[in-house]
């Protein structure tokens, strides 16, 4: 894994913005949220061919060979602008999981077709449960080395409404494994669930002896999928560190120039004095997130712990900086016009994801008593 | 006196009594108990606020020539007793009906003869045209001008925030009429006709996307001269009689359970049983937290008992103006114990998700509380001066000419 | 048990704020609390005389025959003074514990001098663990119909270096029972305990095979413990609303006439919100406790509940209420010479004495579970 | 250029090692660990400090003629590291010591020939004698006058929180010196000898029970005319001069462990051992609660490292801001969870309950961060203010003359 000098990632940095500036505002952002796939096809292909859907694939498999640092620093312009794409689910979760799993002959079959945007792939990990633990998969294979059919069903699958290419986890007679199943296979049947967050893509997935390749690995499975969705969390704290930092900057905005009384409203403690807590609310999360990012790509001892703290502190800043922005901007963030209510939904989606914050919490200070 | 009192007291309770009975029919009770509409009052229940409003039961604490009985507080009680007891509609609109006690409070005598009877018999619907963009928490900062010419007013401008006024024929508007004076001092208080030209009324879309509210844009809409309410130029003070009012109104209507909290609310089980099915009820941090969830509403509900035990009627208290902010806090913590619960379930919207649909939506709705009718900010202003008597803020627009104050 | 007028109540109130008004202002309670027994006897003897110390005594043993509400109300103005005083422990616990035992024999012979004020009497009812369940006693007996002998220990004993006579929780081989100890007694020892909050007085004693007279009752025995838990936490509840909404009083009163800036501290929205806010507080706490003592009263079906909901909101109330109050004050309120500490200290203290507010939380949410 | 500063560099660092090697015997080093006492330096102290301004290394970014070298920051860190190097105290002092960089700034040349040097040598004990009983988050309100007589001014008034000034020998001082103008243009800044008859310290006894502060008590103490800092009724000026220093050097001090929070800090192990110990650990609420804890502690480590490094030296970080208000939250909540932790044990003091005594003080004492050197609120207004730049209130007191303000 290379990583970027700091000039390079603020130049990457940089490019993101001015790309989700032209590309991906609030108009934009509202049309997308409302197609069926929930993405724009245009907009994901300028992000592969800028690299950033391939930014944590390799080189010699088409990607930009970066890590969680540059990773961290881009999903904070994807929070900021509420981007509406399969990034988290097939650039960064499944392409870190085969990454993971460490088969060159998988890895080279699609990490390429990744890195370039025409493949999208997901991961199914979790069932009705939405637990991340193993004990949450509901999938289960049965075959030999050359044939594999699974049965059962997933669900929370990120963008699997939109995916060429499924990692299923699976339990079989030998424990778990991970499997290759294309979107088009006999007895595969696919379902968008209807979120809340309109920016969000979520499946459920039901398998009736649908054939699959399994994929052979060196690694205990689920450690390789702990360690993707650890990037993943990583990712999505800096999209919500992002957001919550955009939510609370517009919010100051506002407040700067919204009169009553003959005063910004901004001059009042009551305004001043929350904007004050949710800046430490903020800054604290970018901290989190960045730190995270930082130990995960130099493989430090606690990577995981500051994961997990990343997890809850990120989640349950954007939730609280997107919730109280509403109430300090008043009536007018109670209509549907205007995008304060965008952040919160997000906020409460990206909160649940892959897990709970009472869930990081508790593994974070299991981590601290090790 | 006493002794004459008590006769009085059995005699118009036999009277109601009596005329209930051979008029609040089983027939009648049963066509107004369906096909409520939501705005607005069905033929059945006019034609039965017609019977009560020329028996004189409709406002019987009001003067004769309004359609009441000058009656004591204590006897006007009994009247709605008896209308509560038979679960008849239509008495005690004395205390209840916002729009009749307005214009009765501060209408000209045109306009009271025009529209108090209708307004008593359900035949004028209403609405409320106080809100601007730039004018939340500051109404008295409000930019719709109504300017007189010859015999009517003209207004331009803009509100917001008005529920019913697709259906409304009148709406009680505040208007700015004189700029060159201090912000509380230029403005008028309005019953402003709905059907006309220069109105136009456009739904609200909410961020439960839900449309509860309009926004109302007027454009050189007319208003006779005997459409003002109150003195010209003092609808600060129409307003304040106006709000008192609806303060009166909502607060008996907000206050939750009329015992103490010794029955369980309903909406109490309904948090455990959520818990409870959703296999969490165990689990000890939620048990704390819907614990307490449970004993704010409990506290809210006893507050409320308390403050209506300690005042004496019509009085406002100062228990009462906890309770909006004690509800926001509800609702909120409400609304995020309910996404606890549920966990990644509450990611859904949709009828198929009704749980994370009602998480979802009361996480929004709450907003209606803690920012609708005066922020939590502004209701702590309110709290902190006027009934803990702390000091106001220096109002830097309180004295200037309307015309200097500065706008966003 | 009779029950006061509205008028009679208000006359009770007002006589015992005269009383604690004029002996009981902040500078006898600071003497007081620096005495050895934590109380002046002097003023615990008005108080008998008044009917204060033997209120929820039956007549017919010389006490006042009211009940918990009356005994709610005066515990408001207790609180507000910051009362020192065995009055919780004698005039409450121990009477109560005495009359929930129905044995008229002991009662005839304690109740009277307990209301007169001349034997101050408490209850041992926990040991180390300071745990207020059946499982939390820590003393057993031995012996028979004449003759036992305590040995083990008990601890948090309120007043028990001032006490002449201890209602004491032993396990027997039959379960627990109730014995009265002679503070005189041989092997008995009592050791006053160095308590954060100077105005209470908490004793840890051991008993060394200590003769005692058995309490014969028809009751379960912690039945009757919990009927006297429950008033006392009632009365608690009393003192701790009422020493909330003193401090929070007391603290506008200072915000309406410190000036910063030009302007009382009180005009500012940071100082206002946070009166308003405590003010939602403290007025819960007053309708919690009075709500509580009317249902014990009442004998209402919902009394439990409405104890544990007084328990936990009142407890939690004064001490948010007067740690919120040192912070609206300011500097001045960090000083020793400032009555605030003496308040949260004493709050501190309230909110530990019979067990944590999450206590009562669990045992609340287990009653509107059944 | 960059060549010859780098053989200057290696220069610099093989002259002070090879000094310290010379000076800085193991028996100084011995000498200096043991008996620091609280106020004020040891001799032992103090003839090191001697050897260290006679040689330069003091405050080397100062001018020459101030003890100093001129030399850049970059190369004033290499004599920093070399001194820590092997624990020596010493140098570093131009970033430092308030007291002496303060009188640097805007003393007169007759103060700062008699006592620059002597700050410097740790020969002089100081304190501050800025807040007033009635001056606390408003410091521009203080009433402490100083009349000028002839070639001294002559002081009266009451200063309050004052550490160490039962030793010291001298007190930044601001007072009063013109009533007629508004509040912040008539003070002045002095260094005020205190070892004279006019001043009076008494010990201020705090809700911890110790008494780290004192009560001054000013009594026509005289100031002689040089002992004035900056300019004269420029004192507030003056004084943002020394707070920028102090909020320096307490930002510094108070940022927790240098590194991002790789290292588990101490005090983490603590709250947890205690939680163990007390047999309480596996309680799901309490655990959640810890965790939270921690995690505050951590993210305040890790926002300051993040300021360390998104600053460039010597500029004021808005992160840095963000610090005190954050310890303020972790304090308090530190010492609430000790509370649960320990329960009823929390009600004891005294040596015997030390993890009593712990938790109850700091309950206590974390009020001296959210109250001490600007309250939370006055926190929140600056971070409000200059970070967010969010508009300052109405200033009712700002502009009229400081004998017409309100006062309490």
């Known amino acids: ?370 | 006196m006493d002794t004459n009192n008590k006769i009085a007291d059995e005699e118009l309770r036999a009277q109601v009594r009596s005329w209930l009975g051979e008029n609040w029919t089983q027939a009648k009770a049963a066509s107004l108990k369906q096909h409520q509409p939501l705005w607005g009052a069905s033929d059945e229940l006019k034609s039965w606020l017609a019977e009560v409003v020329s028996a004189r039961w409709a406002a019987p604490r009001w003067p004769t020539e309004w359609f009441g009985r000058d009656l004591s507080n204590k006897q006007a009680k009994i009247i709605e007793a008896e209308f509560a007891a038979v679960r008849a509609p239509g008495t005690g609109q004395d205390r209840t009906n916002l729009w009749a006690n307005t214009l009765l409070a501060g209408g000209t005598e045109v306009l009271k003869s025009k529209l108090i009877g209708p307004l008593l018999q359900g035949e004028v619907n209403m609405c409320l045209l106080y809100s601007e963009p730039n004018a939340g928490s500051d109404l008295a900062g409000i930019r719709t001008r109504a300017d007189r010419q010859e015999d009517h007013y003209v207004v331009n401008g803009q509100k917001v925030w008005t529920s019913g006024a697709m259906t409304a024929d009148y709406g009680m508007l505040i208007a700015r009429t004189d700029w060159d004076v201090p912000k509380h001092q230029g403005i008028s208080y309005f019953y402003c006709p709905m059907k006309q030209e220069g109105i136009e009324v456009r739904p609200l879309r909410q961020i439960t996307n839900e449309s509860q509210f309009n926004e109302v844009f007027i454009t050189d809409a007319l208003i006779p001269a005997e459409n003002l309410l109150g003195n010209f130029n003092q609808g600060w003070q129409m307003l304040q009689t106006a709000l008192a009012y609806e303060r009166l109104i909502m607060g008996e209507g907000a206050r939750g359970p009329r015992s103490g909290g010794n029955k369980k609310a309903k909406n109490v089980e309904v948090l455990i049983a959520l818990a409870r099915e959703a296999g969490v009820l165990e689990q000890p941090k939620l048990r704390q937290d819907i614990a307490q969830m449970i004993a704010y509403k409990k506290l809210n509900a006893l507050n409320g008992a308390r403050g209506k035990a300690d005042i004496s009627q019509g009085a406002s208290s100062s228990l009462m103006s906890l309770g909006k902010l004690a509800m926001s806090r509800i609702l909120h913590e409400e609304a995020r114990l309910r996404t606890e619960i549920l966990g990644p379930g509450s990611l859904f919207e949709g009828s198929d998700y009704s749980d994370a649909e009602n998480a979802n939506f009361l996480t929004f709705q709450a907003y209606l509380t803690s920012i609708g009718g005066g922020t939590d900010q502004i209701q702590r202003n309110i709290i902190g001066e006027r009934v803990l008597g702390l000091p106001k803020e220096p109002e830097v627009d309180k004295k200037i000419p309307f015309r200097e104050v500065r706008a966003s």
């Not at chain 1, 075959?143 to 059919?149: A, S």
Request: proline share 2%; hydrophobic share 45%; net charge negative.
């Open chain 1, 1 to 370: 894994m290379n990583k970027l000098s700091l000039e390079e990632r603020v130049a990457l940095r940089d490019s993101v913005h001015q790309l989700l500036t032209n590309e991906c505002d609030e108009s934009a952002v509202r049309t997308t949220m409302e197609t069926t796939s929930g993405f724009d096809p245009v907009l994901w292909n300028k992000l592969a061919e800028m690299g950033i859907v391939g930014l944590i694939i390799n080189e010699d498999q088409g990607g930009a060979g970066v890590g969680p640092i540059e990773l961290e620093t881009v999903m904070e312009e994807v929070g900021a602008a509420l981007l509406c794409s399969p990034l988290l689910a097939s650039g960064v979760l499944a392409a870190e999981l085969l990454n993971a799993l460490q088969n060159d002959d998988v890895s080279s079959q699609l990490l390429p077709a990744i890195a370039d945007g025409s493949c999208i792939a997901t991961a199914a990990l979790t069932g009705q449960s939405g637990c991340w633990t193993e004990g949450g998969v509901t999938v289960s294979a049965k075959g030999n080395t050359n044939e594999w059919l699974l049965s059962g069903s997933a669900s929370y699958v990120l963008h699997g409404q939109n995916a060429n290419v499924l990692l299923v986890a699976a339990s079989t007679s030998d424990g778990l494994s991970m499997f290759v199943v294309e979107a088009e296979a006999d007895g595969l049947s696919i379902s968008g669930l209807p979120t809340f967050d309109h920016t969000l893509r979520l499946a459920e997935i039901s398998f009736d002896k649908v054939a699959a390749e399994r994929i052979t690995t060196q690694r205990p499975v689920w450690d390789a999928v702990i360690q993707a969705l650890d990037i993943t969390l990583v990712a999505l704290a800096g999209e919500q560190a992002g957001a919550a930092e955009h939510c609370l900057a517009a919010t100051v905005d506002y407040a700067k120039t919204r009169i009553q009384f003959g005063r910004a409203i901004g001059s009042f403690q009551a305004i001043k004095h929350m904007a004050a807590d949710l800046l430490l609310e903020t800054e604290s999360s970018i901290s989190a997130a960045r730190h995270a990012a930082a130990c995960l790509a130099d493989g430090t001892d606690d990577a995981t712990e500051a994961v997990s703290l990343a997890a809850f502190a990120c989640a349950d800043t954007f939730v609280s900086t997107a919730a109280t922005s509403v109430q300090m901007y008043g009536g007018i963030a109670f209509t549907w016009e205007h995008p304060a209510h965008l952040y919160l939904r997000r906020a409460r989606a990206d909160a649940q994801l892959f897990g709970s914050s009472s869930f990081y919490r508790e593994r974070f200070i299991q981590q601290l008593e090790a």
